[in-house]
């Protein structure tokens, strides 16, 4: 049984931050991914002015102009490859939290790791294993990125900080506000209060209580999202009343049908 004391020592750790900068990468996730391959530590961030292929969930590219926060992060959590996935909901509240503050706007999160404003997507979020027992934790951010430069994509609408409040944000602080609400977040996940997250995650959420239509390794489920698992899995009830749980890993999607 953990007792309080190691309880909030778990609440209060700190990362140890460092900081790789470059112009320009193909992907912040696959250089972090190699030097994670390499022994680097957790807490090593990948940051870079833009990147030529950058991806989204599924292979899906990421448009990755100068003026966002493009940055990957190597971690070393000891998870289960199951709560391993939740790490893209902590990502998902702590850039929700960091950019909504700093901007003084609402932002939201539709599951499973997109942060959006009024529907429009500001940033994802990827998690992918990086090798030598690593996690990597990619966040691509609109931060400055003027509406002429953002993606004009069929299947969603894009903004960035910049559209949504026309100034623009020193990025580097920002990325350390990010950085502390990850941390807080990550080490409160990893503890026995991770439950704790699913209340800000039901506050912050587009899609909980909603009715949506999920894909997930070839299976197509309909019905509401009746709850989030601590986990950061959804569980779906279905017309006809059984429950499903869907784990946001693996290939993905969901679709808001109605509210």
């Not at 959590?77 to 850039?95: F, K, M």
Request: charged letters at 25%; a neutral charge; zero cysteines.
């Amino acid at each position: 049984m953990t007792n309080g004391s190691d309880q909030e020592e778990g609440r209060s750790r700190r990362i140890a931050w460092r900081i790789h900068s470059f112009g320009k990468v193909g992907s912040t996730n696959d250089v972090a991914r190699r030097i994670a391959q390499g022994g680097a530590p957790e807490g090593t961030i990948v940051l870079a002015e833009t990147q030529a292929s950058g991806r989204g969930r599924r292979g899906s590219a990421w448009h990755s102009p100068e003026g966002g926060l493009w940055f990957s992060v190597v971690l070393r959590p000891h998870l289960t490859a199951e709560r391993a996935g939740g790490l893209s909901i902590v990502g998902a509240l702590a850039v929700a939290r960091a950019a909504g503050d700093a901007a003084g706007i609402a932002t939201s999160i539709k599951w499973p790791n997109d942060v959006v404003v009024d529907g429009r997507k500001l940033a994802g979020i990827m998690v992918e294993t990086g090798g030598n027992g690593a996690l990597v934790v990619g966040v691509g951010l609109n931060v400055n990125v003027a509406p002429e430069d953002l993606p004009d994509l069929e299947w969603y609408e894009a903004t960035s900080l910049l559209r949504e409040t026309g100034r623009t944000f020193v990025r580097g602080a920002l990325l350390a506000r990010i950085a502390r609400e990850f941390e807080t977040r990550y080490f409160l996940y990893k503890s026995p209060d991770h439950h704790e997250l699913v209340e800000e995650w039901r506050e912050l959420s587009v899609v909980f209580g909603q009715q949506v239509r999920v894909t997930a390794r070839g299976k197509i489920l309909e019905g509401t999202v009746h709850a989030l698992d601590d986990d950061g899995g959804i569980i779906v009830r279905l017309p006809a009343g059984a429950q499903e749980k869907v784990l946001p890993i693996g290939d993905v999607t969901l679709t808001v049908i109605s509210s």
